[in-house]
């Protein structure tokens, strides 16, 4: 895994330290296909910490229709009992609409990631992303291929 | 479908060019009831351009219960797949406790919108909603009946 | 159910009126466990009222990685249909990979709570969140113990 982040997505001097202030970056992720599951917690709480926002929210996106983001506890067992979930509720087969379009077998891979949502929203508080002690922000892939990602984050406040 | 865009929730003249700035206006949307989907991209995108704002977020809101907003590839496969799935998941049926209540047939339609959820925030760079090339934003009618919807999206940024 | 709401996340005199506000509280939620909602429209609304912010969105997010939150029409017979759901398609049990590592028996809880998601954003206009008549922000407890939440609320707007 090749995390590449803090490509600015806006051109010029970022103002550091004002109110009302917006500061958008992305993560670029390379995932090893169908069930990859990412820790995208640190990469976020740097992007905070840089944006100079003490209080506000920060809005993470995956760009694209076959990848997911949420939050869990992010250990061993749950990172398998999350994708054995999904496939059990919409299994990867051949019979979707979509496959009858396209033939490119992941049918199941844009369910999978329009059912889970691309967008996840935190609060930011003290320059940090409030989240629980064993809550992490995790980015799914749902395709079937290995896939470059961008993720985009937004962080708003003051 | 009749889509009416752009009645403004605000009163009053709205500032275009300023820091720290918010713009909200709604949708509106008849559907044709369980198993509709409506594409917003394209009003979406038209709100975040005529908002002014550069860099931020669009957050896009359905009003009411039985209604459903996020992000697919929007062809015609996955138009019935999504579907599809939700009738698979959670079947239409008279055995929901909702039902028990208000017999109006519509307990699946309030669990599937609770599911998908009716919330979608998309990151807005360079004046324009950041989505992949094969990711549109959907409305999907969960209710039993044709339905007249009210969406609102809210311009936050700079 | 004790509600202790409108503990300051944030330090200092909170200012009322200006441009690009953000306000940000925490409410209190002491669950009864596995399967309990509750309703947080009315501690969402007064949050958004005391904040001054008249247009912009009210970001909820549950601290934990086993509650969710979402919208729901708040009558007793979804209060069951949708814990029945989840419990339908996510079943209690020991045959998750967490319960392999961690044997606390909330290997679902986690699951159920990831699928929801933690986090909604409605729309404030007029200073009110905005909402339908028969929509309500619920929090579902998806552990298996009473907790003591903590929920997290960020206005943001004008």
Request: aromatic share 4%.
């Amino acid at each position: 895994m090749k995390v590449v982040a803090g490509k600015a997505l806006r051109s010029g001097p970022i103002p550091r330290k004002r109110k009302g202030m917006v500061y958008q970056k992305q993560i670029l992720l390379e995932t090893r296909g169908h069930r990859h599951l990412h820790d995208l917690t640190a990469d976020v709480a740097r992007i905070v910490h840089d944006s100079g926002v003490r209080t506000g929210t920060a809005h993470v996106f995956n760009v694209g229709s076959t990848g997911a983001l949420g939050t869990i506890e992010y250990e061993p067992g749950l990172l398998e009992d999350l994708p054995d979930l999904l496939d059990k509720l919409i299994p990867p087969g051949r019979d979707y609409g979509h496959e009858q379009a396209w033939h490119d077998g992941n049918g199941h891979s844009h369910l999978q990631a329009t059912l889970l949502g691309p967008s996840l929203t935190v609060p930011v508080a003290d320059r940090k992303p409030v989240l629980g002690t064993w809550q992490q922000i995790f980015h799914l892939e749902c395709d079937i291929k290995p896939r470059r990602r961008t993720i985009v984050v937004t962080v708003s406040g003051e």
